[in-house]
C-alpha cells in the first residue's frame, strides 16, 4: 500500500517594531501562493519599544536577541528582518544565533539591484542612516555609485500613530524629498519597510524619472531558492496561515494595520491570530538561547543578556 505524501509546510518567521514588516509579509504571501506547500508565518511586531529608529546599536542587538529567539522555538526555516533598522545594525548576531537556519535581510538584495544607478537616494530611519548600511552595501557591487542618505526620524511614528492620511504626515515626506533635489538622483530606495506605506506621496513629490525601490519587492527571489530547496516532491495543497505576536496593545496594532494598508487587502479579518507577548517573556527566551549556546545552567548568570525587568 502506498503511502499517503507528507505535505510540507514552510515555516517563515519575520519581525519589526510595528506595521512595517507587513509590507514585506504582503509580498512573501504573493510568492509562497505560488508554491505547492503549506506556508506558516510568524510575525513579531515590537510595538512597545516602536520605533527603533533612534535606538542605539546596543539596544537593538538586545532587541534582535530576544526576538530571533523567540522565532526559533517556532521551528522556522527561515528568519527575514522585516526591519532595515534591525539589519543595519545586527544582522550579525541574528544569523549567528540562527545558524543554520537561514536569516535574510532586505539590504543586501536592495543594494544589488540599486547599484546599477550612479546617484541614489536612501530614505531611511536615523539609526539606519548613520550606519550607513546601504552606502557599504551599495558601493559593493558598485563603488563609483553616490549615495545620499536621508534621515527620516518622523515617519515611523506618524504611521504608527495612525496618521497616514495626515497633512503633517504629507509635509513630512515633502520635506524630507526636497532634500535631494540637487542630487540628481535616478532612484530612491525606501530604506525603512514602513515607508512603502506612503509609497504614494513619495511619488507625488518626486520627479516621474526617479524610480522608486521597494526592498520587499526583491526579497522574493531571494527567497524563491529556498522555497524550491524546502518543497519536496508529492502532492501538496496551498494553506497559508498567519499567526502575530505583539509586544504592545494588540488591539491598537489591528487597526493600525488595517488602516494604514486600507485598499490593498483586510489583513485582519479578526483578532484571534494575534497574540501578546511580554517583554519578559522575549527576556526569558534570549536568555534561555544564551544558556544553551554555551551551556550553561538554568540558574547561571547570563551578564549583559538580562535587561531591566528580566527574570532571573
Not at 522574493?220 to 496561515?241: A, E, R, Y
Request: hydrophobic share 40%; glycine share 6%; net charge neutral.
Amino acid at each position: 500500500m502506498l503511502k499517503p505524501a507528507i505535505e510540507k509546510t514552510i515555516k517563515i518567521g519575520l519581525f519589526d517594531s510595528g506595521i512595517g514588516g507587513l509590507t514585506v509579509l504582503r509580498r512573501l504571501k504573493t510568492l509562497f501562493s505560488g508554491f505547492d506547500c503549506n506556508v506558516q508565518f510568524t510575525y513579531v511586531a515590537d510595538t512597545q519599544r516602536c520605533p527603533y529608529g533612534n535606538r542605539n546599536a546596543n539596544e537593538i542587538s538586545q532587541y534582535v536577541t530576544e526576538i530571533t529567539s523567540f522565532l526559533l522555538t517556532k521551528s522556522v526555516d527561515c528568519i527575514v528582518m522585516a526591519c532595515n533598522t534591525s539589519a543595519a545594525l545586527a544582522t550579525e548576531k541574528a544569523t549567528k544565533l540562527a545558524s543554520p537556519i537561514r536569516v535574510q535581510d532586505l539590504i543586501e538584495p536592495t543594494a544589488k539591484y540599486a547599484s546599477k544607478y550612479q546617484n541614489i537616494g536612501v530614505f531611511a530611519t536615523a539609526s539606519t542612516v548613520a550606519s550607513k548600511a546601504f552606502s557599504k552595501a551599495i558601493n559593493c557591487f558598485n563603488d563609483k555609485a553616490n549615495i545620499h542618505e536621508i534621515a527620516c526620524p518622523n515617519l515611523v511614528p506618524a504611521i504608527e500613530g495612525g496618521q497616514v492620511n495626515a497633512p503633517h504626515t504629507a509635509q513630512l515626506v515633502e520635506d524630507y524629498v526636497r532634500q535631494l533635489t540637487s542630487q540628481h538622483i535616478e532612484a530612491v530606495i525606501l530604506g525603512c519597510t514602513h515607508f512603502p506605506i506612503l509609497e504614494n506621496l513619495f511619488r507625488q513629490y518626486l520627479p516621474v524619472h526617479i524610480e522608486i525601490i521597494d526592498p520587499a519587492c526583491l526579497l522574493p527571489k531571494q527567497l524563491s531558492i529556498l522555497c524550491t530547496d524546502l518543497v519536496k516532491s508529492g502532492k501538496h495543497t496551498n494553506v497559508v496561515t498567519t499567526n502575530y505576536y505583539v509586544t504592545g496593545d494588540t488591539d491598537k496594532f489591528i487597526q493600525t494595520a488595517n488602516a494604514a494598508l486600507i485598499g490593498e487587502t483586510n489583513i485582519f479579518k479578526s483578532s484571534e491570530n494575534v497574540s501578546s507577548l511580554s517583554l519578559n517573556d522575549l527576556a526569558v527566551y534570549a536568555k534561555s538561547a544564551y544558556q544553551e549556546s554555551v551551556g550553561l545552567s538554568a540558574d547561571a548568570s547570563i551578564g549583559s543578556l538580562q535587561i531591566e525587568g528580566s527574570p532571573a
